[in-house]
């Protein structure tokens, strides 16, 4: 290797450690939650944050820490659940949908860079992917006893959330402006 190429290592033992707390930070708002057929918690809150906070690449790799903890059974999604069952329940497809969440945030500001517009927009798309996936998910995956259409499962499963998920990325955006960057400690 010449002193001009750049070849990317492996992660670092401080980049897995960022990774590791902010799927900590994901399960514990998770634990903050109202019940409902898709409950209302703070993961989204902690989702934005991680990713505002440590970039596509660290928060996109917190979210698949956090849904491998899941999936082996840790408590870590809401109302204290884990497990396969929980991902592949009807909600599953929103945890799912945060992977899709952090892939287009990071495709977009490596687009349009990292301003706080460019920012916000792509993490308003990333958003509206997630409710999609969740939803197609939810209408599949159904266990309420009779089949739902994709208009009822919006209303149930997207609409209720749309507001209080903007007003957490406006708190999230603002949160992560007082935090340092894991680049800048």
Do not use: H
Not at 39 to 48: E, I, L
Request: aromatic content about 12%; hydrophobic content about 50%.
């Amino acid at each position: 290797m010449d002193g001009n190429s750049k070849e990317r290592r492996g992660l670092t033992t401080r980049e897995l450690t960022y990774a590791a707390l902010g799927a900590v930070l994901m399960s514990v708002c998770a634990w903050v939650s109202i019940p409902s057929a898709v409950p209302f918690t703070m993961q989204t809150f902690a989702v934005f944050c991680v990713l505002f906070v440590m970039g596509p690449r660290l928060g996109t790799l917190s979210v698949a820490v956090y849904l491998m903890l899941g999936a082996v059974g840790a408590p870590v999604f809401s109302n204290f659940t884990g497990g396969l069952g929980s991902l592949l329940g009807p909600t599953g497809g929103y945890l799912v949908g945060f992977l899709f969440q952090g892939l287009i945030y990071g495709a977009v500001t490596k687009v349009l860079g990292c301003r706080p517009f460019a920012e916000m927009l792509a993490m308003a798309a990333g958003l509206a992917a997630l409710y999609l996936f969740g939803t197609v998910w939810f209408v599949f995956v159904y266990s309420g006893g009779e089949p739902i259409g994709f208009a009822a499962a919006l209303s149930k499963c997207v609409i209720p959330f749309i507001i209080p998920d903007l007003a957490k990325l406006a708190l999230a955006r603002a949160a992560s402006q007082r935090i340092p960057k894991p680049r800048d400690l």
